[in-house]
């Protein structure tokens, strides 16, 4: 009976070893389930860590660039301040300068006046001078002493006139060499604005530069749009533009003819002109008046270059922009810019 009872505990005993065992082993498992769990959840904080260092260190580098390209733009302002200062004493000195060729123009021509009157003057008095020097020629017998005194007055006289024509003459000179020099000057400021006009003005205003002699692209995509298809009308519209801008270029061509108009001779397109006949018969009207303009506009402002250059332009009156409206449209831009940078600097 004793032994069939230990037999019996031993077994209770082992089911409860085996049963501990078991939990155990369950109990390892969860702990090495958790530990792989701890360890992604760490690898996943520290891979979160370095991504926030990282960001930390972009954001750090993107406010370093924000500082220097915001130092950059105040220098960049600062620099345009001074061109547009230093612009506007430029067009101050080519308004001064205009005014003085102006005057001395008026001058030059009061001048020249003065002077034709005086040469007549000279002449009549050359003429007087020969008419009684040839009488007493004729006469010599019935000259007299007050004659004499006469003639060398009438010499006297003549010498005087000419010094003063010489001096005349000079200072037409000097008048004509002044005004000169006071045009190149003026062109000089207009070729300083053309150079550093599209680094400071925006594109929208209604000054700028215009591009004389540039064949116009819209006619050409325009009548293009209209032969080819939607994958090749662009290019070709590049193709006819640039073969016609060539073409203006060549300074072997020449489209123009000669007549007498308002009293003087002036060179007109030549319509008869068998190559702007095709091109008006082949391309439409619009393609060869934006050809016929540049050709005008070359003749007129780059007749021995034959190529494009840039000119200040009023873009709103479609002429020539003179120096004091450039100065005021940039003084104008400026003022709008502090402008919008008070509005924003106050809604930050």
């Not at 200072?171 to 150079?195: D, P």
Request: some cysteine; overall charge negative; aromatic content about 6%.
């Amino acid at each position: 009976m004793e032994d069939g009872k230990i037999v019996s505990e031993l077994r209770k005993a082992r089911g409860l070893a085996v049963s501990l065992a078991r939990e155990v082993d369950v109990k390892n498992q969860r702990i090495w389930e958790m530990e792989r769990h701890n360890e992604h959840i760490s690898s996943r904080l520290n891979s979160m860590i370095a991504e926030k260092d990282h960001m930390n260190h972009a954001f750090s580098d993107e406010m370093r660039k924000m500082q220097v390209i915001g130092l950059q733009n105040a220098k960049l302002k600062t620099e345009l301040e001074c061109q547009i200062s230093n612009m506007h004493l430029l067009v101050q000195e080519s308004e001064k300068l205009k005014e003085e060729v102006a005057c001395q123009r008026k001058e030059l021509e009061q001048r020249a006046n003065e002077l034709q009157k005086r040469e007549s003057q000279l002449d009549n008095e050359r003429t007087s001078f020969y008419i009684e020097k040839e009488k007493i020629a004729q006469n010599p017998f019935d000259s007299d002493y007050s004659m004499s005194v006469h003639i060398n007055g009438l010499r006297d006289r003549l010498t005087e006139k000419e010094e003063e024509l010489h001096d005349m003459d000079n200072l037409n000179q000097t008048l004509i060499l002044r005004e000169h020099m006071s045009n190149n000057e003026l062109q000089a400021a207009r070729k300083e604005l053309i150079n550093v006009l599209p680094q400071v003005l925006d594109s929208n205003t209604i000054i700028g530069l215009k591009r004389m002699g540039e064949v116009a692209q819209k006619p050409f995509q325009d009548v293009c749009m209209q032969k080819f298809s939607v994958h090749d009308w662009e290019l070709r519209s590049v193709e006819l533009s640039s073969l016609w801008q060539d073409k203006v270029n060549n300074p072997n061509w020449h489209p123009f003819k000669q007549v007498f108009k308002d009293g003087k001779m002036q060179e007109i397109i030549d319509e008869d002109d068998d190559d702007l006949r095709e091109l008006k018969s082949q391309w439409g009207e619009e393609a060869c008046n934006a050809v016929v303009n540049a050709l005008l506009e070359l003749n007129e402002y780059n007749p021995s270059g034959r190529y494009v250059i840039s000119e200040l332009w009023n873009f709103k009156e479609g002429r020539k922009a003179n120096l004091k409206e450039v100065i005021e449209c940039l003084i104008q831009q400026l003022k709008g810019s502090r402008s919008h940078k008070r509005r924003r600097d106050g809604q930050r």
